[in-house]
């Protein structure tokens, strides 16, 4: 009887120190949390918008723009451009769904090169300070990488 009561004991043992010694996983680069509703809390200042062919990287902003663009998401599917110096707004459409935005942006470069009126971004970042998108795609052979941040003001 002592002896089964001993080996029980030491099993026992042997259990609990294997079971704690295990290593939890962490993940290396967790994605950034995607809240949605930030859209629309918002206005948005583009601070950032860049376009990459192969090796060649363009400033969109200092290249393009005349001016800030601002967007402002109305939480159901429009969204409204407004520039400081223009005189115009542009009104447009959006749609988010799993982890991307599809939207009518005049200023998207890729849509302009493929003859669209409207692009599909991945959502890298979006939060109460961060809205950050990209978009990659091939062209002519070529890869093309777009990038836009915008700032919550």
Known sequence: MFKKTYLLTLLAAFTLVFTSCE????DAD???RIDVSQ??????LVTKHTVKVGTQEADVIEDEYESDVYAQFDGEGEFILTAEEAENN???SYEVDNGQITWDYPLSIIAYMKGESESTY????????TFRISFSTKINGKTVEE???LKAQ
Do not use: C, Q, R, V
């Not at 290593?23 to 962490?26: F, I, L, P, S």
């Not at 991945?122 to 300070?129: T, V």
């Open 23 to 26: 290593k939890d996983k962490d």
């Open 147 to 149: 990038n836009m941040t």
């Open 39 to 44: 859209l629309e809390k918002h206005e948005w």
């Open 122 to 129: 991945n959502i890298e970042e979006l939060n109460a300070s």
């Open 30 to 32: 967790p994605k950034p």
């Open 90 to 92: 542009f009104a447009g």
